[in-house]
């Protein structure tokens, strides 16, 4: 594909509701990764995926929060049990190699909790 | 855990005026990454250095990596508007995950 997809582009939902977010990676791209952005902040680190390894949850905050990454390409992101503090862009990136080498983000999913 | 926090967390610039970005990791880097972020956009690429006290330039801007791989700097010289946006800089950390350094946001005015 041309670059990281993420879907849906802006979603609305209500306090309490649970939401999926999509990732198509780049294909071939083993790492991938997925951060939330609040208004003006910084990139905050929630899963990383590399290849067939267990994936890192430890920025995950809390166990409303889950991910799965599905034969090695496709990721969705899942928040059970919405709340207004969840509210953020949700952005998702791909790289190519371990440790080094350029991540390409996708646009990010806009959440809006109510 | 690994820690990468960059200053100044805001600047404003006159066009024309120069501007520079440090990043500082709490541990050692194999390599360090720089990223710019538009208003309203996503972090995109700028470069990566790897080798000890490296020095990269792309055209107006001058990538720095310190000879103890654990700190960083991005200067600009003489900026344009077009180079407002949220400068991060990222690092591996355990696991080879990426971390991201707090960024600095830069806003240019005429």
């Known amino acids: 594909g041309a670059g990281v997809s993420q879907s849906p582009s802006n979603k609305v939902t209500e306090k309490g509701k649970d939401v999926e977010l999509r990732c198509d990676p780049i294909s071939g791209h083993t790492a991938l990764y997925w951060y939330r952005q609040s208004l003006g902040q910084g990139l905050e680190f929630l899963i990383y995926?590399?290849?067939?390894?267990?994936?890192?949850k430890s920025g995950l905050p809390s166990d409303r929060f889950s991910a799965e990454r599905t034969g090695g390409s496709v990721s969705t992101l899942t928040i059970q049990r919405t709340q207004q503090e969840d509210s953020a862009v949700y952005l998702c990136?791909?790289?190519?190699?371990?440790?080094?080498?350029?991540?390409?983000f996708g646009e990010g999913s806009r959440l809006t909790v109510l | 855990g690994q820690q990468v926090m960059q200053i100044p967390q805001y600047q404003h610039v006159q066009e024309g005026e120069d501007f520079t970005t440090y990043c500082n990791s709490s541990?050692?880097?194999?390599?360090i990454q720089w990223y710019k972020q538009r208003p309203g956009g996503h972090p995109v690429f700028l470069i990566q250095?790897?080798?000890?006290?490296e020095v990269k330039k792309q055209k107006r801007l001058t990538f720095q990596f310190g000879e103890a791989k654990k700190n960083s700097s991005l200067h600009i010289t003489a900026t344009q508007t077009t180079d407002v946006g949220t400068y991060f800089c990222?690092?591996?950390?355990?696991?080879?995950?990426?971390?991201f350094g707090t960024g600095t946001r830069l806003q240019v005015t005429l």
């Open positions: 995926f590399q290849g067939n390894s267990a994936p890192d």
């Open positions: 990136a791909s790289g190519d190699r371990v440790n080094t080498g350029e991540l390409f």
């Open positions: 541990t050692t880097l194999s390599n």
């Open positions: 990222a690092g591996p950390g355990t696991a080879s995950k990426l971390t």
């Open positions: 250095l790897v080798k000890s006290g």
